[in-house]
């Protein structure tokens, strides 16, 4: 069972970037999935995450407005578009997978290797 979570990178304030998670071992489908990030000295902190079905959402204040979070089950895929980014949206970015689109990553029970992003001002 794994997750992996890649499309991060460098990229200037106020621009975009589309994270993907491609999950594998297992059919995700009926799994909520979430985006965390942890910058360094911080916390991971909750982005945002989706129902298994895809009709409801959650997010973080300071996502909202400017991230995406969307999945695709027949692919066994969640994706999170991020756009107008800031350089405090720098952190490593964590896909998980768990029973419900909670906010806490304790009710999260896979975790795939986070992708660094990194915006500069």
């Known amino acids: 069972v794994q997750l992996q979570a890649f499309g991060g990178g460098l990229v200037q304030a106020g621009g975009s970037l589309r994270l993907s998670c491609a999950a594998s071992?297992?059919?995700?489908?009926?799994?909520?999935r979430g985006w965390f990030r942890q910058a360094p000295g911080k916390e991971r902190e909750f982005v945002a995450a989706i129902s298994w079905s895809g009709t409801s959402t959650l997010y973080a204040d300071s996502a909202k407005g400017r991230f995406t979070i969307s999945r695709d089950n027949a692919k066994n895929m969640v994706y999170l578009q991020m756009a107008s980014l800031k350089p405090e949206d720098t952190a490593v970015y964590y896909c998980a997978a768990g029973p419900s689109h909670g906010s806490t990553w304790k009710g999260y029970d896979y975790w795939g290797q986070g992708t660094q992003v990194t915006v500069s001002s």
């Open positions: 071992g297992r059919t995700f489908s009926r799994y909520a």
